[in-house]
């Protein structure tokens, strides 16, 4: 167990913790509300008890390790097995896996979330439409390096009886990740050779 500062910094890992226990357990997907609902149901309402994203996902890991155990860890093997497939599905457009599913703070709840490269959106649309897949259509608002915030379409669909999001980038961006709303760096994206390896655990 880490030593603190100060109170300041207990009351972020309390906050920290209790906004991760809302997010496995509850399924908030969203950090900053998490966080929020975490400091005023603890009474830490004070700026300076708020924890950063990163800190966050530090204490979703660590909540998944404690009460989750083997029993997480074989959500995610299956959750990435699953991601293959879908890249497999979507391999001419050089599939990357992003989010929980590759970084192992996954839950039931969670999206296996994709990114794929195509001259438009329309091509990812006619693609999963020929696969037989149904799909909705969303908008996801990313950061880029150069600190401009862009829309970009996606769809979402399901694929062995999980949700797949799959986010349309041009074919240049497949060289530069958005920033990761995380820790503001770019974004860890893993191709079908890594995503094998992390499922099989080779």
């Not at 694929?159 to 980038?169: N, Q």
Request: net charge positive; proline share 4%.
């Amino acid at each position: 167990m880490p030593k603190f500062a100060d109170n300041g910094d207990r009351a972020r890992q309390l906050v920290a913790q209790e906004a991760a226990r809302l997010i496995v357990d509850q399924g908030m997907r969203d950090y900053r509300a998490a966080k929020i609902k975490a400091a005023e149901r603890l009474g830490l309402r004070s700026r300076g008890s708020l924890p950063g994203n990163a800190e966050i996902e530090a204490a979703v890991s660590e909540h998944h390790k404690i009460f989750g155990g083997e029993a997480h860890a074989a959500l995610l093997a299956a959750m990435r097995r699953t991601a293959l497939s879908a890249m497999e599905l979507l391999a001419d457009y050089e599939p990357r896996l992003v989010g929980p599913v590759l970084n192992g703070t996954a839950d039931d709840n969670s999206a296996v979330n994709l990114h794929v490269f195509a001259d438009s959106a329309e091509v990812i649309a006619f693609a999963l439409a020929d696969r037989g897949l149904r799909y909705r259509p969303y908008e996801r608002r990313l950061k880029s390096r150069q600190g401009r915030t862009e829309s970009y379409a996606g769809f979402r669909f399901v694929h062995l009886e999980t949700t797949i999001e799959a986010t349309v980038f041009p074919f240049d961006g497949l060289r530069q990740a958005p920033i990761s709303p995380i820790d503001g760096r770019p974004m860890r994206r893993a191709d079908r050779r890594i995503v094998s390896e992390l499922a099989t655990g080779s």
